[in-house]
């Protein structure tokens, strides 16, 4: 603070959301005290913000009307205070949260709404400040931060931001990181691959230079048949494994479905009398 006069951007980064909004306050308190005027700018994780595409999706397709009520409200409650952060919204429970929260940096960077998307029109402001030389204070997380260092770095430079971002499990940067970074993408897919969530392996073979096989076995002992199956069915894998581990599951949605895989109708016909017959069996 006692350099007030001559900084032009300060950048402090917490391992927790908890911390940034103490630091906000804080730091409020103390420009307060000494009458300096500093000016605070927070960047949270995606996932603190509403996604526009989301809402409106949901608003379109909802038939409950009382569900469809509630994202109106909390259309109209962004649109009020501009602003599709959580923390500045009504109480919003968290099932309606997982459905309306924007979740994907990589792909929000190219959705067409991120015109209007208020994430991304929050980092233009900061861009826009930032390219006028503004004095403030930016307060963000490790792996943003560390993420929007290696936008700038070029070489080996950046192996020591791919470590900090590769550690902090927050598996959004992390898949943001390998999708928009031009590095060396193992320690990034051997992080997810320890994460254990399959939602996280499938979409990270969207990576240029990500080897899809390296990911193989992590996502089959996930047991989850939904990225299992889009795994097999989007990746250079052995199909092998994936479609037994789907024979294996007595799933009928995803055996009726292995033809997209190369099985053969009889042989599909035939697996799926196998389920059926065992399902009468066993409610007898």
């Not at 993420?147 to 940067?173: C, M, P, W």
């Not at 897919?189 to 230079?209: C, H, L, P, Q």
């Amino acid at each position: 603070m006692n350099n007030v006069t001559t900084f032009k951007q300060v950048v402090i980064s917490t391992s927790t959301m908890a911390l940034q909004n103490q630091l906000l306050s804080d730091v409020n308190k103390v420009s307060n005290m000494l009458d300096i005027d500093v000016k605070v700018v927070v960047v949270k994780g995606i996932h603190n913000y509403v996604c526009l595409k989301n809402l409106e999706f949901l608003m379109i397709r909802e038939k409950d009307q009382t569900k469809k009520k509630q994202y109106e409200k909390i259309e109209q409650e962004i649109m009020k205070k501009q602003s599709a952060d959580r923390s500045d919204l009504m109480e919003i429970s968290n099932s309606v949260w997982q459905k309306v929260k924007a979740s994907d940096r990589g792909v929000c960077s190219k959705c067409c709404y991120s015109k209007e998307c208020f994430y991304q029109r929050h980092l233009a402001n900061i861009q826009k400040m930032d390219d006028e030389n503004e004095k403030f204070i930016l307060v963000t997380n490790h792996a943003f931060l560390s993420y929007l260092f290696a936008k700038e770095i070029e070489g080996a430079s950046i192996n020591k931001h791919l470590k900090v971002v590769a550690s902090s499990r927050d598996y959004q940067t992390i898949y943001s990181f390998a999708m928009e970074i031009e590095c060396d993408k193992t320690t990034l897919v051997e992080a997810i691959k320890n994460s254990g969530m399959a939602k996280w392996m499938y979409f990270v073979t969207y990576a240029k230079g990500v080897d899809a096989k390296l990911l193989e076995d992590a996502i089959l002992n996930t047991n989850d048949l939904r990225y299992i199956f889009n795994f097999a069915l989007n990746t250079n894998c052995n199909r092998s494994k994936f479609i037994r581990k789907i024979v294996e599951s007595k799933n009928l949605d995803y055996i009726s479905q292995l033809g997209k895989l190369g099985v053969k109708s009889e042989e599909r016909n035939i697996l799926i009398k196998q389920v059926e017959d065992n399902t009468r069996k066993l409610k007898k």
